[in-house]
């Protein structure tokens, strides 16, 4: 059986042409949804190839972006894609990140969240990194049950799935978070929370 960064490492070639999301209308309206501001520091966990980066630098107007992601191989596109010099990249595991406690305004996983292996390791993990007062945005371009039902056609993927609004409620909380909210439509997935 495949492990995560082998699958994602593997599809990186190609990645951009066949599987990421291509609406950029639909992902500029999701990156208007997070409560962004001028400056900030975000960190943009699986960033992948960084199909979502431009649609974050465009709320951010400045500051400071981390993309990570486990693959290297898909972060290694990232960065041939030449983003502005406050775009940095990270090799990391979302579970233990090589970075300092309480930096981050936000920190965004776009199309990631059900592929991390340990959810509660990640929210934690996620959590430390933030500032007091800083949001965390889990957030799908799809619902719930579209996203779960390609991962469950994908052996290597079959079991990362998207927990619903009461179960994402739950993590949230027992990760310690607080002003949770979980929305889930026909146009997206959509969680945020907030360190207190
Ligand atoms: C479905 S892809 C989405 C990539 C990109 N956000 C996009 O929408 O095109 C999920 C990404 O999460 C990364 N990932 C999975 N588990 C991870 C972990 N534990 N830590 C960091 N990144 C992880 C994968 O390597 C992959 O690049």
């Not at 775009?87 to 305004?105: Q, T």
């Not at 969240?113 to 799908?140: N, S, T, W, Y």
Request: aromatic share 8%; charged share 25%; net charge negative.
């Amino acid at each position: 059986m495949m492990t995560i960064r082998e699958y994602f490492n593997s599809k990186a070639p190609i990645w951009d042409e066949v599987i990421a999301a291509k609406d950029g209308a639909k992902l500029g309206a999701l990156a208007a949804r997070l409560d962004i501001a001028s400056g900030w520091w975000v960190l943009d966990v699986g960033t992948g190839t960084g199909v979502f980066v431009p649609h974050l630098l465009k709320r951010m107007d400045g500051g400071r972006l981390v993309c990570v992601d486990i693959a290297e191989e898909m972060l290694k596109r990232a960065r041939a894609k030449n983003f502005p010099q406050n775009v940095e990249y990270l090799h990391a595991d979302v579970v233990s990140l090589p970075l300092s406690e309480g930096i981050f305004d936000a920190v965004v996983c776009y199309s990631s969240f059900p592929h991390f292996q340990d959810k509660p390791g990640a929210l934690a993990e996620m959590r430390r990194v933030l500032k007091e007062g800083g949001r965390l945005f889990i957030c799908h371009s799809a619902s719930r049950e579209e996203i779960n039902n390609i991962h469950r056609s994908i052996p290597a993927v079959e079991q990362d799935v998207l927990p619903d609004g009461a179960e994402m409620y739950q993590m949230l909380r027992a990760a310690g978070f607080d002003d949770i909210g979980v929305e889930d439509s026909p146009g997206g997935y959509f969680a945020s929370a907030v360190k207190r």
